[in-house]
Nanobody, 121 residues
């Protein structure tokens, strides 16, 4: 069982920055691939950024060069730094552990409760 708690959302003006955090429970955090997803009103949920246990990252084309995902295994926390925010980045942002196999065990899917990010002047 993995529990995920996001924090750091809020209202920001276009061009501004926000940093999201996702605190995880469980002893296997360091071995998990983690992801940030978002869902805008009326839209499907989409992958924003992902990070493997080894630290490799990937990003949606729409956020490349503006967002950065990172992790601190000692704190069991994954971060999403969002810069140069645009109104179209407005969405509920979720931290997730998608289904994966770790040490022979199938883990996931687990989702956080989500945090609202609103980009508006």
């Amino acid at each position: 069982q993995v529990q995920l708690v996001e924090s750091g959302g809020g209202l920001v003006q276009p061009g501004g920055s926000l940093s999201l955090s996702c605190a995880a429970s469980g002893s296997i955090f360091s071995r998990l691939a983690m992801g940030w997803y978002r869902q805008a009103s009326g839209e499907e949920r989409e992958l924003v950024a992902g990070i493997t246990s080894g630290g490799s990252t990937k990003y949606a084309d729409s956020v490349k060069g503006r967002f950065s995902i990172s992790r601190d295994n000692a704190k069991k926390t994954v971060y999403l730094q969002m810069n140069s925010l645009k109104p179209e980045d407005t969405a509920v942002y979720y931290c997730a552990v998608k289904k994966q196999v770790v040490a022979g065990l199938t883990i996931g899917d687990y989702w956080g409760q989500g945090t609202q990010v609103t980009v508006s002047s």
